[in-house]
């Protein structure tokens, strides 16, 4: 039996949709607020009351619904009792589902031992967010590749393969946002549960085999993403990294780069442009070269702010760490960091000429803090920085 289901989801959501203070001294403060911004505390909270009236009346037990039908339970003429018994009965809802996604995570983790390297990495990482770009469909097998921009990875595909699939409940579309999962390891295979949204729907797949390829964006992507550039964009590119031009129709290995347009060359196809748009053999790809940044992706990880660990040279700590380069100043600050005894001179003699500054005080709260700890402060700037170290 399945943990997660979008009736638990719902049931969760709708019991968190009606916002009510939780004390007298909120609702005090609230009709305070409400009267300097000549506000009508009444007639605002009848507004958000009657906007979910309906479906109040389809979730909340029986026992609340004379104060939806009066309009008195989001207001301070609810009976004190009624009050403390439905935020009772919101917190039992949002504990029980708390409940289930940890049940679901707890079998996942599970799972995660019958699977390989590459499929478990993936579901070790969360899937949250991401959204569905393709779905591709054959007798035995469906593949799901995902757009992993809104998401909490490096990775910038994903996709999931299911091959030789047993059973397979609702229906999935691209656009949609991977919300909440739970994986099984059956008999047969390997089962998979996800709570999508826009639309809202519970899928469900068990297959023989469940295989997974990710992709990452190249290293310069961020400096060409906004502005555009295809052709110099492709130049910063590194093919000895596995390039891989992806989009919602096609994927195909990227096999060359050139110097003229197209400026690469795909591995069983071709890129080209005119005036209808970019394509790659008859499928229409683009509008324009420049959208195609967004389609190039890399087997290898880079990441994209490595260069601020480089360390700086001793003899130009000083100047990097007090002056106005960003970019020197943050590797200052790392390399100082990275080596507080080594540098415990050096340091001291930085923070001394370190006038505080409002811009400046969750850097200087964090590497203060740091050199305190590892002892190397002397007590000058202890006393410097005591407000700071006693926080």
């Not at 964009?233 to 050139?258: A, C, D, M, N, S």
């Not at 190397?376 to 700071?388: C, N, P, V, Y």
Request: with cysteine; charged share 25%; hydrophobic share 40%.
């Amino acid at each position: 039996m399945w943990h997660l289901t979008l009736q638990e989801k719902k049931a969760y959501e709708n019991a968190m949709k009606l916002f009510i203070y939780e004390s007298d001294e909120e609702w005090t403060q609230y009709i305070a607020y409400a009267k300097e911004n000549d506000i009508d505390p009444y007639k605002e909270k009848k507004k958000e009351l009657d906007e979910i009236r309906d479906s109040l009346m389809n979730y909340l037990p029986l026992r609340f619904h004379t104060y939806v039908i009066d309009g008195t339970l989001n207001t301070p003429d609810v009976p004190k009792h009624v009050r403390v018994d439905f935020l009772g009965w919101r917190n039992e809802q949002e504990q029980l589902f708390e409940n289930i996604l940890e049940a679901a995570y707890e079998e996942k983790q599970k799972t995660l031992a019958y699977m390989e390297s590459k499929e478990r990495e993936v579901f070790e990482q969360s899937l949250h967010d991401a959204t569905i770009v393709s779905i591709h469909r054959n007798a035995t097998q469906v593949e799901l590749t995902f757009d992993m921009a809104g998401g909490f990875t490096a990775k910038s595909i994903i996709s999931l393969t299911f091959t030789n699939i047993i059973s397979e409940v609702g229906q999935v579309e691209p656009e949609q946002f991977y919300i909440y999962d739970e994986l099984r390891k059956t008999a047969n295979g390997m089962a998979l549960r996800v709570i999508f949204d826009c639309p809202e729907v519970e899928w469900t797949i068990e297959a023989e085999e469940l295989d997974a390829e990710f992709y990452y964006r190249p290293k310069t992507y961020s400096d060409f993403a906004e502005n555009g550039n295809f052709s110099n964009y492709v130049q910063t590119l590194k093919l000895e990294h596995g390039l891989t031009f992806i989009t919602p129709q096609l994927k195909q290995r990227v096999i060359g780069i050139q110097q003229h347009a197209p400026f690469i060359i795909l591995e069983n196809s071709f890129l080209y442009e005119n005036d209808q748009g970019v394509f790659v053999d008859t499928i229409r790809v683009a509008d324009k070269l420049d959208d195609c940044i967004h389609f190039i992706h890399t087997d290898t990880y880079e990441d994209p702010y490595a260069h601020f660990s480089e360390p700086v040279p001793i003899q130009d700590l000083e100047a990097a760490a007090l002056g106005t380069d960003i970019e020197l100043k943050v590797r200052a600050w790392n390399t100082m960091y990275a080596n507080p005894v080594q540098l415990a001179e050096k340091i001291n003699d930085i923070l001394m000429q370190m006038i505080s500054a409002h811009e400046d005080e969750m850097m200087q709260n964090v590497f203060i803090r740091h050199f305190n700890s590892e002892g190397i402060l002397t007590s000058e700037l202890q006393a410097k920085f005591k407000d700071l170290l006693e926080d």
